[in-house]
């Protein structure tokens, strides 16, 4: 996330020095050799860097030369609690180097009442007093992998100030460079559930398109044909909008988010019911869909133990070769467990990363992967997959071969073609 604001600042030309403690990340940016998943960023990032708007150091001292500060590292959850570690390092290196007349922006995500609680007495240790002598606001970042520079520049940002000054600030630092609208929220804390609001809601619905889908699946009707006719109808300030079901949901941000919300509540004595549910419904996606696998297999008449499985697609969603809690790899396990031999492919993975994450080196091409396949699983549907017609592969993959959609979402004229052509298929609910 860090790197995605760094390069999408210093591409609207403001001067950007982003600050990273792995002393790999950074001298593999400086050599240019930073594998970055996300569409655009490369050439963004790396014009930055060529143009000299943007460096990269492990150095904090260029902090005492900004204008504003902007924290964006990891928040991870372990075991429903937050890990401040990185937020606490980053925050006392950054009270010792604060000067009078600086803004410091939060991006991290975070609970309620950390900016507040956490960050703000750490960034005062050197002296200084927030509100009096540095500003301070939460800007909540709510970009999506996979389409992040689009959204960053296209979304409304939240701001909530510690003090109406410090959101001034803010709000004007976000105009002024990339032009964005703002949402004003009256405190830090406001803007900190505004984030894992967001983030509780999106959780929830897909669960709920999940455990529609399982119902389509034993009704035997279409699970996107009943989603797209629901969303027309109008509810609240727009349409119902029931998000779409898969193999599960993953990534660094709606896998802990919601256990966030769970937490300050809990924290404070009060007890969410839907969080738990909605997290359990989404966890049980990947063991459904290699169930659902070994179920297509035994209909071809393939025990697993003899099957191979092509799986095209390893990240935790489309677009995205972003390997942290990946929805992909307990499929993969569970296959591997049943005794099928899975072949794995994904242009925009990092190789090492998906030997060292799966126990699995991946095949460089698809025609590799494909090849023998018994099944074709799309369980990340990049754009780059679009150019695979694997019609054109029928005579590289087995004799029977069925394909599983685990997010490709298929038309209904693809799904035909791909019948008529000697493919079974089966989605997620349909
Ligand atoms: N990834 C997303 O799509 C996304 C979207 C919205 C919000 N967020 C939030 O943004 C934050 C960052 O997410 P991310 O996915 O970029 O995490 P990340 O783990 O990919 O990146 C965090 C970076 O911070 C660095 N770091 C750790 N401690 C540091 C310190 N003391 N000083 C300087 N650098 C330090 C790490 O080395 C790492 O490179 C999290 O709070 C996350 O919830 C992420």
Known sequence: MGSTVAAVLAGEGVDVVGIDVDPELVTRMERRRHRLAEPGLPELLYGGLDSGRLRVTTDYDPVSDADVVIIAVGTPVKDTELVDVYLRAACTELGKRLRAGQLVILKSTVPPGVARKV????????????????????????????????????????????????????????????????????????????????????????????????????????????????????????????????????????????????????????????IPVAREVNDSMPAYTAALIVEELARLGRRPERARVAVLGVGFKNNTGDLRATPVLPVVAGLRRDGAEVVLHDPLADPGEVEKTFGLAPVETAREALAGADCVAVLARHDEFAEIDLVAFREVVAPSCVIVDGRAYYSRETIDRFRRHGYAYRGIGR
């Open 119 to 274: 960050v703000a007495p750490l960034l005062e240790s050197g002296g200084l007093t927030v509100g009096e002598d540095f500003g301070l606001a939460f800007c909540p970042e709510r970009l999506s992998e996979g389409q992040a520079l689009r959204e960053l520049r296209a979304f409304p940002i939240v701001v909530g100030g510690w003090c109406p000054d410090s959101a001034a600030a803010a709000s004007a630092f976000w105009r002024r460079t990339i032009g964005a609208e703002i949402i004003d929220c009256t405190s830090l804390e406001s803007a900190e559930v505004v984030k894992l609001a967001s983030n509780w809601w999106i959780d929830h619905n897909i669960a709920m398109a999940n455990d529609l889908a399982k119902l389509c699946d034993v009704l035997d009707v279409d699970v996107l044909e009943v989603i797209a006719a629901a969303n027309t109808i109008p509810k609240g300030t727009g349409n119902v909008n029931i998000l779409l079901p898969s193999v599960g949901v993953g990534g660094s941000c709606l896998t802990k988010d919601p256990w966030m919300v769970w937490r300050a509540a809990r924290d404070r004595d009060l007890e969410l019911d839907t």
